[in-house]
Each structure stands twice: as structure tokens, then as C-alpha cells.
T-cell receptor, first 114, second 114 residues
């Protein structure tokens, strides 16, 4: 069975600092992995995804994530935080066996301070 | 494309009343998901459909909850009777294809049961 663990429910960074949000997954099959962002009072929006191929995936708003099979990780990074990055971020893994069902992590709330 | 459309965006009702939430998926998508988000429990999958057929309703909290998808462009989530603990944000999402495609989320319905 698949599962997702996001380390740190709250992360705080200074504007211009590196953003690192951690995600570890468990999967018995090659995983499809996703990062979503949720701004206040909005739905979830895809940041990036990994399915196959290149393990370093670039997404919107300057975010990227690297799939590391040996570490079962898919951490999200951004070199320089912007105030507008303040939001909640969710890591998800697709459940094997079809039907496009996702299992979401508990989320990490990112705060960016001046 | 207009994206996933949900209505109403906000709903306030009294305990015991029936509540119906509505969702229009993205045209051409054959999977539809209903989620509930609360501070305490995070993002929970309630039920999902493939080609208008319910595939897994194991996340539906109890018999007071029901969902239908009469056609490819419309789904409802009904709560009858509603209780204060049902207060949450309810999201609808849709997707298609092999699982490499992301789920597209609607803006959500914020339900408050007094």
C-alpha cells in the first residue's frame, strides 16, 4: 500500500531564503508523485509531477523537486522564497492499480517573513 | 476551459437540514473525486467515480452522506440530515487518462452547519 509523509507541518523562511519542503513516500510499485499548492480560500493547484523519466522535475513559480528512489523521497525546493509563496503544500502519490486515486500527505504550511 | 465548477461556494445551514453540493467536472474527464478538508482531519477522499460509476465510497463517513453522478458533466454530494461536525470545505476534482495526469480541483464549497 502507498503512503506519504510530509515532515514538518509548519515551515517558516525569510524572503529570499531557500525553501525546502520534505516528502517521503512508500510504494511497492514505481510511483507517480505530485506536489500541489493551496492558497487561502482556494482549491489545490498542481505545482509539478513526476511520472517517469528525468528525476529532477521543474514546476511553476520556480519550484522543483527531485525523485530519489533510494531515499523514497520527493522533496520540494525553491532557491529564493517570495512572499507570495506563503501557502499550504501537499505531496501526493498515485495509488497503484488504476483509477487515478491519490493519497495526500498531511500538508506543510509555509510562512514567508520579510 | 472553465475548470472544475462547484456550487454553491458557501453554504450555511441549520442542523438537520438537507445540503446538496454540486460539481461540474472538466469536459472530457472521466474520473471525478469528492474530498473533504478540515483542520483536524486534513484532506479526506470521500468517494470517486469513473465513467459516472462509483468506484470506491469507503471514505463516506456515514449513511447521511450520498453522492451521485447522473451524467458525465454533473455530480452531487448530499448530506441528510446535516450535523455541525459536517462543517468543512468540500472539494470536487476531476482527471482523465492513465494516472500520469493530475487531478484538477474546483474552488471548493465551504459548508457551515449551525
Amino acid at each position: 500500500a502507498q503512503s506519504v509523509t510530509q515532515l514538518g507541518s509548519h515551515v517558516s523562511v525569510s524572503e529570499g531564503a531557500l525553501v525546502l519542503l520534505r516528502c517521503n513516500y512508500s510504494s511497492s510499485v514505481p510511483p507517480y508523485l505530485f506536489w500541489y499548492v493551496q492558497y487561502p480560500n482556494q482549491g489545490l493547484q498542481l505545482l509539478l509531477k513526476y511520472t517517469t523519466g528525468a528525476t529532477l522535475v521543474k514546476g511553476i513559480n520556480g519550484f522543483e523537486a527531485e525523485f530519489k528512489k533510494s531515499e523514497t523521497s520527493f522533496h520540494l525546493t525553491k532557491p529564493s522564497a517570495h512572499m507570495s509563496d506563503a501557502a499550504e503544500y501537499f505531496c501526493a502519490v498515485r495509488v497503484s492499480g488504476g483509477y487515478n486515486k491519490l493519497i495526500f500527505g498531511a500538508g506543510t504550511r509555509l510562512a514567508v517573513h520579510p | 476551459d472553465a475548470g472544475v465548477i462547484q456550487s454553491p461556494r458557501h453554504e450555511v445551514t441549520e442542523m438537520g437540514q438537507e445540503v446538496t453540493l454540486r460539481c461540474k467536472p472538466i469536459s472530457g474527464h472521466d474520473y471525478l473525486f469528492w474530498y473533504r478538508q478540515t483542520m483536524m482531519r486534513g484532506l479526506e477522499l470521500l468517494i470517486y467515480f469513473n465513467n459516472n460509476v462509483p468506484i470506491d465510497d469507503s471514505g463516506m463517513p456515514e449513511d447521511r452522506f450520498s453522492a451521485k453522478m447522473p451524467n458525465a458533466s454533473f455530480s452531487t454530494l448530499k448530506i441528510q440530515p446535516s450535523e455541525p461536525r459536517d462543517s468543512a470545505v468540500y472539494f470536487c476534482a476531476s482527471t482523465s487518462g492513465t494516472g500520469r495526469s493530475e487531478q484538477y480541483f474546483g474552488p471548493g464549497t465551504r459548508l457551515t452547519v449551525t
